[in-house]
């Protein structure tokens, strides 16, 4: 996922106010529709913390800059009272990482008995583990996926194995990592 949205909708009275956070990413969902379901005589009134936006039922805002916002939509005439609120947050992709422990314990009890790089803001990966004669035992390109160091169905021994990972993050950096990781029982 190259976004993130959540939003929490409180009623307050007639007015409903909405908390979001956008993330810049490259290739991530900036534009959003804001909305309003409610009839209204004289009209819409949006603004953009101070700033008239639209007249409109509903607005389209692609947020490109970082920072706190307040979209607030009225009813033009009567009472001029707010019915909607929007909270916005747009906050910086943070970077992508990749963290590879380097030891697993395939003995059963629960604790660290299967293997995978740890990953942070990562959209593609594809890694492979290799035993000490240089024999592929496992290989994936799906997030997520953990070897429990076994191959062909056999429990492997306690060897030092090597590993070798290409990734992509959600900010656009690729990387290359190639490292061993001990089995221990």
Not at 50 to 56: A, E, G, K, L, Y
Not at 99 to 125: C, M, Q, R, V
Not at 147 to 161: E, P, S
Request: with cysteine; glycine share 8%.
């Amino acid at each position: 996922m190259r976004y993130i949205i959540s939003i929490l909708l409180i009623t307050v009275s007639l007015s409903v106010k909405a908390q979001q956070e956008v993330e810049l990413c490259p290739n991530s969902r900036t534009t959003f529709t804001y909305w309003s379901n409610s009839s209204a005589s004289g009209g819409w009134l949006w603004l953009l913390n101070s700033d008239t936006i639209s007249q409109n039922g509903n607005v389209r805002i692609t947020w490109r800059d970082t920072g706190f916002y307040v979209i607030t939509v009225k009813f033009k005439g009567e009472c001029d009272e707010p019915l909607r609120f929007y909270n916005v947050k747009v906050v910086k992709c943070p970077e992508s990482a990749i963290f590879f422990p380097n030891a697993f314990t395939p003995d059963g009890d629960g604790l660290n008995d299967k293997w995978s790089p740890i990953p942070f803001k990562i959209t593609e990966i594809r890694w492979m583990i290799y035993n000490r004669w240089g024999e592929k035992v496992y290989e994936t390109n799906k997030i997520g996926d953990k070897w429990d160091g076994k191959h062909k169905g056999a429990l492997q021994g306690i060897f030092t194995f090597v590993y070798i990972c290409w990734w992509k993050g959600i900010d656009g950096k690729t990387g290359f990592n190639k490292g061993t990781i001990i089995s221990i029982r």
